[in-house]
């Protein structure tokens, strides 16, 4: 069991807060947030101090973080303070839902992983990802460092997600597919190919129908 300081004070941070006291072993002891973004002193009823000040009152050598920051910027906030919070000696927890379901998958550090999702044989998750509930990681799959899988996403076998890449709301990845780095998968998108660095896909939004719901036959 670790001592924990959990890293936000939004939905994120309070989600954070709840499985891990309602789900795990982790005692989470203080929250922390950037100096300029402290505003209360308490949150959940327990201490928000500021960042910079966090080493001194709570040191690495007895408490360890949780920064489950969203994929703003393409993850690049979460990643800063990842890895700003390791410079400066902190071990970051992972936290793996009881009702996920994975068979010896490797997991790196800082890792967030809701309920229902299926992570079958061979894979393995990096540091500092974010797998929001309900996917399916298919077998041999290597989700890369820094990445956020949202709800209900299917990745097929075989598959290399590459670091900071964001997966958006019921997309599909084909089997034996490259997603490059920093690539942006929008909802109910569907890869078949190989993508390359820094690569935007975002499916057409569905269109208005021109017949209003209370003209609808049958309804």
Known sequence: MAKVVVFGVGQIAELAHFYLTNDSD???VAFTVDNEFLENDSFHNLPVVDYEGLIEKYPPAEYEMFIPISYKKVNKLRVEKFEDAKSKGYRCISYISSKATYYNTLVGENCFIFENNIIQPFTSIGDNCILWSGNHI?????????????SH?????NVTIGESSFLGVNCTISDNINIGKSNVIGSSAVIFKNTDDNSVYSPAETEKS?????????F
């Open 138 to 150: 298919g077998h041999h799959t290597a989700i890369k460092d820094h990445c956020f899988i949202a």
């Open 153 to 157: 996403v299917v990745i097929s076998g």
């Open 210 to 218: 021109k017949v209003p719901s209370n003209r609808l036959r049958g």
């Open 26 to 28: 982790h005692e989470v």
